[in-house]
């Protein structure tokens, strides 16, 4: 068994072999490149986020943005992710359409032994986060997670358990408070009302700047 067939079987690793280092340094390149363009290079960043990911995709990162590989990442289109994000991603990492990351947060695929004798060693869990999830700042979410889609987690939530679809889960560790249900349908934010004709404005207004 090879160093990249452990990493996959979830086995202890280490990643000083096999081309790893390598592909890690190139992979900074791509970081650096990225996190120093000028604001308004907007088409430059587009291409650098499929040079990170190593495939096309329409989704957005604000930088800085950090990762140790990046060709492990999977994102779908649609996909948001805003200041600070920090994705390690030595295991799989696979992020689904339309979903919102906010400032800060941070996805772990790696652990180490608790057994300080072993601490030298990595273990990797992938982690899926499904479509329309959104994922509050500073939330850290932890090897082997699964968000299901269209959850929503609180801000400085870690989440260390699966996480199931169509749920508001929040804490330390993270636990669900609640299905998404009829109310979330009608108020967008505590007694605000959803407004069907005030999102028509707010619609207007975006196709008058876009003339």
């Not at 791509?30 to 290079?41: A, G, I, Q, S, V």
């Not at 088409?43 to 957005?60: P, Q, V």
């Not at 939330?139 to 358990?161: D, E, K, Y």
Request: charged share 30%; aromatic share 8%; with cysteine.
């Amino acid at each position: 068994m090879t160093m990249r067939e452990r990493i996959r079987e979830g086995k202890l690793f280490t990643d000083e072999c096999e081309g790893l280092p390598e592909e890690r340094m190139s992979a900074k390149i791509r970081m650096w490149k990225f996190n120093h363009l000028m604001p308004d290079e907007t088409e430059k960043r587009s291409a650098c986020i499929n040079e990170i990911f190593g495939k096309e995709t329409d989704a957005w990162i604000e930088p800085p943005f950090y990762f140790c590989y990046g060709t492990h990442i999977t994102v779908g289109d649609g996909t948001y992710i805003n200041m600070n994000c920090n994705f390690i991603d030595d295991g799989i990492i696979q992020i689904g359409k339309n979903v919102l990351f906010g400032p800060a947060v941070t996805i772990a695929t790696v652990g180490h032994p608790v057994n300080p004798e072993l601490r030298e060693y990595m273990y990797a869990d992938p982690v899926v986060i499904g479509d329309n999830c959104w994922l509050g700042a500073n939330v850290v979410v932890c090897p082997g997670v699964t968000i299901g889609r269209n959850s929503v987690i609180g801000a400085g939530s870690v989440v260390i358990h699966d996480i199931p679809e169509n749920t508001v889960a929040v804490g330390n560790p993270c636990r669900v408070i609640r299905k998404i249900g009829e109310k979330d349908m009608k108020y967008y934010y505590r007694d605000r009302m959803i407004d069907t004709e005030d999102l028509k404005e707010e619609k207007l207004l975006r196709e008058e700047k876009e003339e």
